[in-house]
């Protein structure tokens, strides 16, 4: 069995290597073509005459992640702490179970969600077409919400159980105690939950394509359309070619780039705390 585990720890480490191989074999050279400065910096998007900058991708990836992650983690935050220190027993496991459902919902039916309801509803409110920034902002913040209710509740659970009678004793009420006490305590795993939420949005392509608009140009605000770099590489990935095609490729390069900058924040903040502790 040992050889059997170690087999399969291999083969999870050799996909991600073979992964940062194909995209960096496939995407630095196109860098290289195009200027690296052109390519990161460039505001202009026309593959037909060989412009190919995806600064307003990478901005528009940035804020739709931001506000999904200013939308959605507050409220699982709520959540998680609610199922884990409040939720009667009775409505417990279908509320889980409803979470967990969620899910397991395919991205399409998420975004088929946000253009038949968000989509008229932000057309009527605020005017424009609907297919905007903020329709982004909001699906996504509700498509993360089953990931990062998943792993901060088990953290705030994790937290032993003399944290919080100490607090009480101590004099501080329930909330305080729950607040000021357990989710301090309960904090690398909650910041591993918000990972693992800006991860999913980060990455998120057929739910933005339908409500976010797919326009190639800087962000203007919110009720104006964007296009992501997921959303640009799945758009045109089906008839791209040549130096075009390797542009995509390098674009998911740089999405990667981004994983890992979020993961090695993660585990820097994780030690801080540590040290602190």
Excluded at 1 to 22: D, E, H, N, P, Q
Excluded at 169 to 181: D, H, Q, W, Y
Excluded at 254 to 261: A, D, E, H, Q, Y
Aim: aromatic share 8%.
């Amino acid at each position: 069995m040992k050889v059997v585990f170690l087999i399969a720890a291999c083969a999870s480490v050799l996909a991600v290597f073979l992964i940062c191989v194909f995209l960096f074999a496939n995407g630095i050279p196109a860098m290289g073509k195009i200027g690296p400065l052109k390519f990161l910096f460039g505001t202009e998007w026309r593959p037909t005459n060989d412009k190919f900058g995806i600064l307003p991708m990478i901005v528009a990836s940035i804020y739709v992640t931001a506000g999904a992650i200013l939308i959605g983690v507050p409220i699982a935050l709520f959540t998680s702490v609610f199922m884990a220190r409040y939720c009667p027993k009775k409505i417990y496991k279908p509320l889980k179970s409803g979470i967990e459902l969620m899910a397991g919902v395919p991205s399409i039916v998420y975004g088929y969600f946000g253009l038949v309801l968000l989509v008229p509803l932000i057309r009527q409110l605020f005017g424009g077409t609907g297919s905007s920034m903020l329709a982004a902002c909001i699906l996504l913040g509700i498509m993360i919400l089953p990931t990062i209710i998943g792993v901060t509740e088990s953290a705030v659970r994790s937290v032993p159980e003399s944290y919080y009678e100490g607090s009480l004793a101590l004099g501080a009420t329930k909330e305080r105690s729950i607040f000021f006490v357990m989710l301090p305590a309960a904090k690398s795993g909650i910041l591993a939950g918000v990972v693992l939420g800006i991860g999913r949005a980060i990455g998120e392509t057929m739910a933005v394509i339908m409500v976010a608009g797919n326009q190639p140009r800087m962000p203007k605000g919110l009720l104006q359309g964007v296009r992501t770099m997921t959303a640009n590489i799945v758009t045109e990935m089906g008839y791209a070619s040549g130096l075009h095609r390797e542009a995509l490729i390098a674009t998911g390069v740089v999405l990667f780039v981004f994983i890992l900058i979020i993961n090695l924040s993660l585990s820097l903040l994780n030690r801080r705390a540590e040290h602190a502790n």
